[in-house]
T-cell receptor, first 115, second 112 residues
Framework: AQSVSQHNHHVILSEAASLELGCNYS??????LFWYVQYPGQHLQLLLK??????LVKGIKGFEAEFIKSKFSFNLRKPSVQWSDTAEYFC?????????????FGQGTTLQVKP | SQTIHQWPATLVQPVGSPLSLECTVE??????LYWYRQAAGRGLQLLFY??????ISSEVPQNLSASRPQDRQFILSSKKLLLSDSGFYLC???????????FGSGTRLTVV
């Protein structure tokens, strides 16, 4: 069975600081990887996704993530955070061979950016 | 374009009462449909998914059930709510196989 682990549960940063949120997954086959964001009071939104190709994926709002297959990791990065990045971030994975598309989420990381 | 509707947005129900949450998708056919529950500090837990009409798979044993009476309709139910059923319930869809999801706006359920 697939599982996803996000190492940081609560991160507090000052504006302009760099961000890296860790995500590791457990699955023996080929996966698709996602980062979702939930801003306060809003829907879950897709930040970025990796299906294949270049392991460095760029998403919306200046976020990027790197898939390192040997480490089963898909860490999210942003070089300089803004107060508006305050939100909850979820890493998720599903099996590429699956016809069900079940998406398994990590526990989430709450990011608080201080102005 | 495809849209997903979920209602109600907020619900307060007494313990022991029944529950029915509805989710519908427009602009697509034969979507994969999912119910998730989001609890603080616990991320999103997959409750049920369906790959076709009348087909339901349950991920965790619980007091809830799901049904898919029509292609684009997914219903989450309970005969008797428990306090532990409180939470934020999200419906989502994807167009077959592996891919990203589109989420509904969610229902905040409080069981009192």
């Amino acid at each position: 069975a697939q599982s996803v682990s996000q190492h940081n549960h609560h991160v507090i940063l000052s504006e302009a600081a760099s961000l890296e949120l860790g995500c590791n997954y457990s699955y023996g086959g080929t996966v698709n990887l996602f980062w979702y964001v939930q801003y306060p009071g809003q829907h879950l939104q897709l930040l970025l996704k990796y299906f294949s190709g270049d392991p460095l994926v760029k998403g919306i709002k200046g976020f990027e993530a790197e898939f390192i297959k040997s480490k089963f990791s898909f860490n999210l990065r942003k070089p300089s955070v803004q107060w508006s990045d305050t939100a909850e971030y979820f890493c998720a994975v599903n099996a590429r061979s699956s016809n069900t598309g079940k998406l398994i989420f990590g526990q989430g990381t709450t990011l608080q950016v201080k102005p | 374009s495809q849209t997903i509707h979920q209602w109600p947005a907020t619900l307060v129900q007494p313990v022991g009462s029944p529950l029915s949450l509805e989710c519908t998708v427009e602009g697509t056919s034969n979507p994969n449909l999912y119910w998730y529950r989001q609890a603080a500090g616990r991320g999103l837990q997959l409750l049920f998914y369906s790959v076709g009409i009348g087909q339901i798979s349950s991920e965790v044993p619980q007091n809830l059930s799901a049904s898919r009476p029509q292609d684009r309709q997914f219903i989450l139910s309970s005969k008797k709510l428990l306090l532990s059923d409180s939470g934020f319930y999200l419906c989502a869809w994807t167009q077959g196989g592996a891919g990203g999801y589109t989420f509904g706006s969610g229902t905040r359920l409080t069981v009192v």
